[in-house]
């Protein structure tokens, strides 16, 4: 198992100076920078974790706690942030050893900025939440001193949970296909990450594997107004449109008042579902209330959590992946198949 001491070792200094390092104090003890790189690189590249708690025990009014630190996307996801917190909250009330959290927030394409050494070396653990393609690369170009999770994210290198991005894509296209429409149409947004791509394109090819004409895609903002303006477009510019997969349930109101305007029955003219990735009564009092393919946040993130307990506690060493089921919610938009 890897120490201080075998740290100490390889790096040719003391086994206090590898400790002052790990608990952050190498600039406020005067060791150099060169140091200090060089005995963080060696921790990470042995696998090395260092306990942070263990430090806070010697203090006779302290008690033994995990810390973590949660990355949140500081865009229009933040909505969805109170859902995953209260589903952690929860988590932390039963699990073994208190627990505490940090909220810290990023930019896209900007998390190595508030991914700092001195933030990590902090706490126990961390789940990184809607990274972009910019970011997944450096996290996976990276070695980090504490271990990861990653919500709603592919990796080879990280423990992450994921959704079922295939049967996102695959469910809208059978409930259409089954109902006889020809004429598909795709609203969404710009991709975030992989997954969204990976949702349309399936979608995309299980239309025309049933028959269906490829659909048109609408890029818009992933909004209530950004659903209004690319609803009202797509009515304009595709008349022969039947039916319509929304990439998130935020366009819905939006889509529904434009279908309102222009006098189109759904889902006597067009059936229409929406990815569900806002709470489950979003979409059922909208008249039409909307089919959504529901997105399970909350169990998602309790799957981070859990994953997260079993590397700090060392129950599971290895990275592990996991994969969550979506359900189909049939409403008056699109009846069940």
């Given amino acids: 198992m890897a120490t201080i001491k075998t740290i100490a070792q390889m790096a040719g200094v003391s086994t206090s100076t590898v400790s002052i390092i790990l608990n952050g104090k190498a600039k406020e003890r005067k060791i150099s920078s060169a140091t200090e790189k060089e005995v963080l690189a060696i921790a990470a590249s042995i696998g090395y974790r260092h306990n942070v708690g263990a430090a806070s025990l010697r203090a006779a009014d302290s008690t033994f706690h995990y810390q973590i630190v949660i990355f949140w996307i500081a865009d229009y996801r933040a909505e969805m942030m109170t859902r995953f917190f209260k589903a952690i909250e929860q988590e932390i009330m039963s699990a073994p050893v208190p627990c505490s959290v940090l909220l810290k927030s990023y930019e896209a394409g900007k998390l190595n900025l508030a991914m700092t050494d001195e933030l990590i070396r902090s706490c126990h653990g961390i789940i990184i939440c809607n990274s972009s393609e910019k970011d997944l690369e450096i996290i996976e170009n990276s ?85 209004y303006d690319a609803t009202m477009h797509a009515l304009e510019k ?17 889509a529904v008042k434009a279908f309102f305007q222009k006098s189109v029955s759904i889902p006597g003219q067009i059936e229409i579902i929406a990815v569900g990735n806002n709470p489950l009564d979003r979409c059922e009092y909208t008249i039409p209330s909307v089919s959504v393919v529901y997105l399970h946040m909350e169990k998602m993130a309790v799957q981070c959590f859990q994953a997260l307990y079993r590397l700090m506690t060392y129950e599971q060493q290895e990275p592990e992946f996991i994969n969550l089921p979506v359900t189909y919610i049939p409403r008056d938009s699109c009846p069940e198949y």
């Fill in 143 to 227: 070695d980090f001193l504490r271990p990861i999770v990653l919500y709603n994210r592919y990796s080879k290198k990280y423990s992450a949970v994921t959704m079922d991005d295939k049967s996102i894509g695959f469910i809208p296209a059978q409930a259409f296909a089954s109902h006889g429409k020809r004429n598909p149409l795709i609203i969404t947004s710009e991709a975030t990450f992989n997954g969204m791509n990976l949702r349309t394109n399936v979608f995309s090819y299980s239309c025309t594997e049933n028959g269906m004409n490829l659909p048109p895609v609408c890029c818009t903002a992933p909004t209530a107004k950004g659903g």
């Fill in 238 to 254: 595709y008349p022969a449109t039947d039916c319509i997969f929304y990439s998130t349930d935020s366009m819905i109101p939006g």
